[in-house]
């Protein structure tokens, strides 16, 4: 997308508001075919907003051939505290 803040800027506020009120288990599934570099950014946004949200985790969805994006989803678990679960299809 050629304005990917643009884009996440409504989820983020969404996110934030939400982690106000949130419920008592917040799961966050990603499955993506692409991931560029805008987007990774908006990503690891998007989960340090999680990291305020107690009992919150990311499940990373990722096909068995596509290693970059199983290993895009290892970096940017290792940069928040938000807890990652790693599946293939």
């Given at each position: 997308m050629e304005d990917a803040?643009?884009?996440?800027?409504?989820l983020q506020g969404w996110l934030t508001e939400?982690?106000?009120?949130?419920n008592p288990i917040t799961v966050l599934n990603i499955r993506l075919d692409y991931l560029n570099t805008a987007t990774s950014?908006?990503?690891?946004?998007?989960?340090?907003?999680l990291e305020g949200i107690p009992d919150s985790k990311i499940v990373w969805q990722f096909s068995d051939e596509d290693e970059d994006m199983e290993e895009m989803g290892q970096e940017l678990s290792e940069l928040v505290t938000v807890p990652f679960e790693f599946k293939s299809f």
């Open positions: 803040n643009k884009f996440y800027k409504p939400y982690r106000k009120n949130p950014r908006q990503f690891f946004d998007l989960f340090k907003i």
